[in-house]
């Protein structure tokens, strides 16, 4: 009996060309490669500054974009051979992901903005896969109209006006800390020194925002102003609009020419920018027995062209980042108490 491990591999069809390794990686490379180039060029002509014409948060850039990447790389891969709704599907959302890390490897997006809208720009990106696909399979030409769709943003790009759009949302969190109200306050007061250790469980210092170093609360030209420092010379003020010691603290923000040095942050959410701001932060405190109750009140506004999806994340991150500022202060309060 014959081994099957040494029975020969099955030939060719009689008259067919063998597929050579390169062909092969042709076929599986190259739709990718021109999904993620059309994306990139896309990216490169949306660099305007806010305001301006081709700035990159214009809804015919963040909507149409990923539809042109998923699109341009099914049409490529219709063109080499038959693909399968699964490949448009699946090869859509790839090509999005490699576009978005592609424009962070090349410095033009930063990595905050990068995680998050990796999902809305796939879901974009797959419509416009099974867009092409089903233009592909339904029409002799299918390049007319989506030569349409690469356009489209080009010319909706220098005629459409910044989001004006606003939507002001807040998050409210809680924890008891067994120390006194008077140590808590101090605590808010005076927080230097913070170790990375103390706070970078937080998702909003995870993606890219700089950790923050210290919080201290002073008096200077006739107001109380808390001024925030944090890593790569990042500084900002809070300044103070209601004030009842170990009672409550309301503050507003106030930014400076150099506080958010270049690339520090990623200039799509920098706090006050068109496009994203935290408008007011309180802090209150009730004694609990013989603890102490901390609620920190966080508001914030986001002016984007999809709101709908800008909201929940910031939310969500906010919501995030109080939980690990109150264990901060929930920790530094209880060690003041008990030393």
Known sequence: MTDPQQQPAKADPPGSTPISGWERNRKRLVPFAAGVGAGLAMRLAFRGQPGEAYATMLGSFMYVAPMIVGAVTVYVAERIERRTWGYYVAASFIANTFFVLGA?????????????????????AMLGGLIAGALCRLLMKPERPLYGLFLAPLVLGAVEPPPTAERINAVERSVLIDATPERVWRTIQSAQDIRPHEVDSAWLYRIGIPLPLAGVT??????????????????????????????????????????????????????????????????????????????????????????????????????????????????????????
């Open 104 to 124: 962070l490897l090349i410095l033009i997006e930063g990595l905050i903005c990068a995680i998050v809208i990796i999902p809305m720009f796939g879901a974009l």
């Open 218 to 339: 002073r008096e200077e030209r006739g107001e109380r102003v808390r001024t925030i420092r944090m890593g790569k010379s990042v500084y900002f003020d809070q300044v103070v609009t209601e004030w009842a010691p170990e009672r409550l603290m309301a503050v507003k923000y106030r930014y400076f020419a150099d506080s958010f040095p270049p690339y520090a942050m990623d200039e799509h959410v920098v706090l006050g920018g068109h496009y994203f701001d935290v408008n007011r932060t309180t802090y209150a405190l009730a004694p609990r027995g013989r603890r102490t109750e901390l609620t920190i009140r966080l508001e914030y506004r986001v002016r984007t062209p999809f709101n709908w999806y800008a909201d929940p994340f910031a939310y969500a991150l906010f919501a995030d980042f109080e939980r690990v500022i109150l264990e901060f202060y929930k920790r530094r309060s209880e060690a003041l108490e008990g030393g």
